[in-house]
């Protein structure tokens, strides 16, 4: 309840928003086995080597507003699992659940400060970023905004983009960031009708649009006059209420900044399901994240042109394909320029086993976020040789380099 009142999602998407970030959770419990490490006995003469993984220290992650539960919980339980302490900034606009989530691992048992929750906007992220105690920061947000802020120049205070990082560099500060997205799918002739409709619509207009896996444009190969008839059809069905009300389907946006970005909605939080045809690349709508519920139409005469659509788009989050043919989803596979690709599949977000693997303006910095991935991120690996045999006396001083060969 917490989730809808204060960010506005349905009921039922808040439900998912906790139950996919508690996926994690799970995974992070078999951290001892997560982060073993390597051993080969006798590499040489009486050598052996091994790897460990040791954790950071104090690790940071700053969050958006769209998932109040979710992307904490991608962070913080991957990282003191990991042996790390951690600092938690989330949303100014929905922070409520950040708290719960820190009163839940205190009565789990973590111990003071282990979990340190901190509030604010640009300037706790400046000192985020700036502290060179903090060794990692997490980051999932926008390209644009405050949120560029987050590898801002230390000296000058002088804004730079995400990639431009030399001073975070400096520091010798991990980073990872989700950014931005304008993720794609493909719909080919022998798609199923109605399948592909419902994962259209629930897509698009999901959670109002407000989501960095949204779907937010449909390309169509060949005629697209009866799929938009029929998108547009089932758009008109949605219930736009307050997301506490049962049989809502979409609540409304975080804020009526929001609006800035759907014209003609600049007077209030909830907006209709929007669907924009006749799109090309060249326009604003498609060029820029909406984040709103608007899902844009274009056309393709064929598989090939449809990719270079997608592939030339500067984001790579996620990219969908919909069809029954298995060739062109493996040629869609394959050639296709998107961290996180479905066949079918609307969201092809991975359990937690997988990392979230956002690509291009998607994402900047050194792994992605949980998986595998995430391990590594919170933590450094240390290589340990060590020799425990009789040396013989008087065996003088060598000055070679050391290998692996018997003396």
């Given at each position: 309840m917490n989730i809808t009142t204060e960010q506005g999602k349905t009921l039922k998407d808040a439900h998912g928003d906790v139950f996919r970030g508690l996926e994690v959770v799970e995974h992070a419990c078999g951290m001892a086995t997560l982060q073993m490490g390597e051993f080969v006995p006798n590499v040489s003469s009486g050598i052996d080597t091994f790897s460990i993984r040791e954790p950071l220290g104090v690790c940071a992650g700053i969050c958006p507003f769209n998932f109040p539960a979710m992307i904490p919980l991608w962070m913080f339980p991957v990282a003191v699992t990991c042996g790390n302490t951690f600092i938690l900034k989330p949303s100014e606009k929905d922070p409520g659940a950040s708290i719960m989530l820190a009163e839940l691992a205190m009565e789990a048992g973590l111990p003071d400060g282990v979990l340190n929750i901190v509030h604010g906007t640009q300037n706790i992220v400046n000192a985020i970023c700036d502290d060179e105690d903090i060794r990692a920061v997490s980051f999932v947000g926008s390209n644009t905004g405050w949120h560029a802020h987050i590898f801002t120049s230390i000296s000058q205070r002088k804004t730079c983009s995400v990639v431009e990082i030399a001073e975070v560099e400096a520091m010798h500060k991990c980073r990872q960031s989700n950014m931005g997205a304008k993720n794609h799918a493909i719909v080919l002739p022998d798609a199923s009708i109605d399948a592909t409709l419902n994962a259209l619509v629930a897509a698009g207009f999901g959670a109002a649009g407000q989501r960095c896996m949204a779907l937010s444009t449909v390309v169509f190969v060949g005629d697209s006059k009866s799929w938009e008839d029929k998108l547009l059809e089932r758009a008109k069905g949605l219930k736009v209420t307050a997301g506490t009300e049962p049989d809502a389907d979409l609540g409304p946006v975080i804020s009526k900044q929001s609006n800035e970005y759907v014209p003609g909605y600049e007077h209030g939080n909830f907006i209709g399901p929007t669907i924009v045809s006749g799109v090309t690349a060249d326009m604003e709508c498609y060029k820029e994240e909406i984040f709103g519920p608007v899902l844009l139409c274009m056309q393709a005469d064929?598989?090939?042109?449809?990719?270079?659509?997608?592939?030339?788009?500067?984001?790579?989050?996620?990219?969908?394909?919909?069809?029954?043919?298995?060739?062109?989803?493996?040629?869609?596979?394959?050639?296709?320029?998107?961290?996180?690709?479905?066949?079918?599949?609307?969201?092809?977000?991975?359990?937690?086993?997988?990392?979230?693997?956002g690509s291009k303006a998607s994402f900047a910095g050194d792994l992605n976020f949980y998986g595998k991935a995430g391990v590594q991120f919170y933590t450094q690996i240390k290589t340990v040789t060590q020799q425990w045999k009789g040396l013989a006396s008087g065996s003088g001083v060598s000055m070679a380099m050391p290998t692996s060969q018997k003396s």
């Amino acid at each position: 309840m917490n989730i809808t009142t204060e960010q506005g999602k349905t009921l039922k998407d808040a439900h998912g928003d906790v139950f996919r970030g508690l996926e994690v959770v799970e995974h992070a419990c078999g951290m001892a086995t997560l982060q073993m490490g390597e051993f080969v006995p006798n590499v040489s003469s009486g050598i052996d080597t091994f790897s460990i993984r040791e954790p950071l220290g104090v690790c940071a992650g700053i969050c958006p507003f769209n998932f109040p539960a979710m992307i904490p919980l991608w962070m913080f339980p991957v990282a003191v699992t990991c042996g790390n302490t951690f600092i938690l900034k989330p949303s100014e606009k929905d922070p409520g659940a950040s708290i719960m989530l820190a009163e839940l691992a205190m009565e789990a048992g973590l111990p003071d400060g282990v979990l340190n929750i901190v509030h604010g906007t640009q300037n706790i992220v400046n000192a985020i970023c700036d502290d060179e105690d903090i060794r990692a920061v997490s980051f999932v947000g926008s390209n644009t905004g405050w949120h560029a802020h987050i590898f801002t120049s230390i000296s000058q205070r002088k804004t730079c983009s995400v990639v431009e990082i030399a001073e975070v560099e400096a520091m010798h500060k991990c980073r990872q960031s989700n950014m931005g997205a304008k993720n794609h799918a493909i719909v080919l002739p022998d798609a199923s009708i109605d399948a592909t409709l419902n994962a259209l619509v629930a897509a698009g207009f999901g959670a109002a649009g407000q989501r960095c896996m949204a779907l937010s444009t449909v390309v169509f190969v060949g005629d697209s006059k009866s799929w938009e008839d029929k998108l547009l059809e089932r758009a008109k069905g949605l219930k736009v209420t307050a997301g506490t009300e049962p049989d809502a389907d979409l609540g409304p946006v975080i804020s009526k900044q929001s609006n800035e970005y759907v014209p003609g909605y600049e007077h209030g939080n909830f907006i209709g399901p929007t669907i924009v045809s006749g799109v090309t690349a060249d326009m604003e709508c498609y060029k820029e994240e909406i984040f709103g519920p608007v899902l844009l139409c274009m056309q393709a005469d064929s598989l090939d042109e449809a990719m270079k659509i997608v592939n030339r788009n500067k984001y790579g989050n996620g990219a969908s394909i919909f069809t029954s043919s298995g060739v062109a989803a493996r040629k869609f596979q394959t050639e296709i320029e998107a961290g996180q690709v479905g066949i079918n599949v609307p969201i092809p977000v991975p359990l937690p086993f997988f990392s979230f693997t956002g690509s291009k303006a998607s994402f900047a910095g050194d792994l992605n976020f949980y998986g595998k991935a995430g391990v590594q991120f919170y933590t450094q690996i240390k290589t340990v040789t060590q020799q425990w045999k009789g040396l013989a006396s008087g065996s003088g001083v060598s000055m070679a380099m050391p290998t692996s060969q018997k003396s």
